[in-house]
């Protein structure tokens, strides 16, 4: 079965400093890889995915992810935080047809 | 804003009952998909349209079902409502059938069952 882990449930981080929030996948053939933002009584927003092609994915608001093969990793990063970054993060993930799957999602506080 | 629209924003009903969520897609999107997003279950796929036909069935309950209309917006239906079927339904819509297209999420109808 498919999956993908966010280890870290809260992620609190100094405004100005980087930030880095984890995502691992298990999906069988080439995957597909997202990063969603959550704020509070709103829905998910696109951040940012990967197909293929550059393993840098670069998205909304300043954000990136490195595609790491062989760690089958997908981290989301920022160089520099924004107290407006503080919201919930989703990692989802799937291959072919089937259907995504979402991370339990990892909660970032950026602390001014 | 999204370009998804979904009503109602709010809705409490009791145990034992039927409830309908509507949805709209973005405008020109052919694919939605609904969304059950619970504190500890997290956010779990329940049933996905494409263009009026069903495309993928994720953990969506027997007691639960959607259709997609001509006009593309879709129904979530709801029935023999129980406690734990509380949770944030979630809507969202992406321009064509397959995985890697990004996905668009309205703001959801929050359900509580008492």
């Known amino acids: 079965a498919q999956s993908v882990a966010q280890p870290e449930d809260q992620v609190n981080v100094a405004e100005g400093n980087p930030l880095t929030v984890k995502c691992t996948y298990s999906v069988s053939g080439n995957p597909y890889l997202f990063w969603y933002v959550q704020y509070p009584n709103r829905g998910l927003q696109f951040l940012l995915k990967?197909?293929?092609?550059?393993?840098l994915v670069k998205g909304s608001y300043g954000f990136e992810a490195e595609f790491n093969k062989s760690q089958t990793s997908f981290h989301l990063k920022k160089p520099s935080a924004l107290v407006s970054d503080s919201a919930l993060y989703f990692c989802?993930?799937?291959?072919?047809?089937?259907?995504?799957?979402f991370g339990k999602g990892t909660r970032l506080s950026v602390i001014a | 804003d999204s370009g998804v629209t979904q009503t109602p924003k709010h809705l409490i009903t009791a145990t034992g009952q039927r409830v309908t969520l509507r949805c709209s897609p973005r405008?020109?999107?052919?694919?939605v998909y609904w969304y059950q997003q619970s504190l500890d279950q997290g956010l779990q796929f329940l049933i996905q349209?494409?263009?009026?036909?069903?495309?993928a069935k994720g953990n969506i309950l027997e007691r639960f079902s959607a259709q997609q209309f001509p006009d593309l917006h879709s129904e979530l239906n709801l029935s023999s409502l129980e406690l734990g079927d509380s949770a944030l339904y979630f809507c969202?819509?992406?321009?064509?059938?397959?995985?890697?297209?990004?996905?668009?999420f309205g703001p959801g109808t929050r359900l509580t069952v008492t």
């Open positions: 969202a819509s992406s321009a064509r059938d397959g995985n890697y297209y990004e996905q668009y």
């Open positions: 990967y197909i293929t092609g550059d393993n």
């Open positions: 405008s020109g999107d052919l694919s």
């Open positions: 349209y494409y263009n009026g036909e069903e495309r």
């Open positions: 989802a993930g799937g291959s072919g047809n089937t259907p995504l799957v």
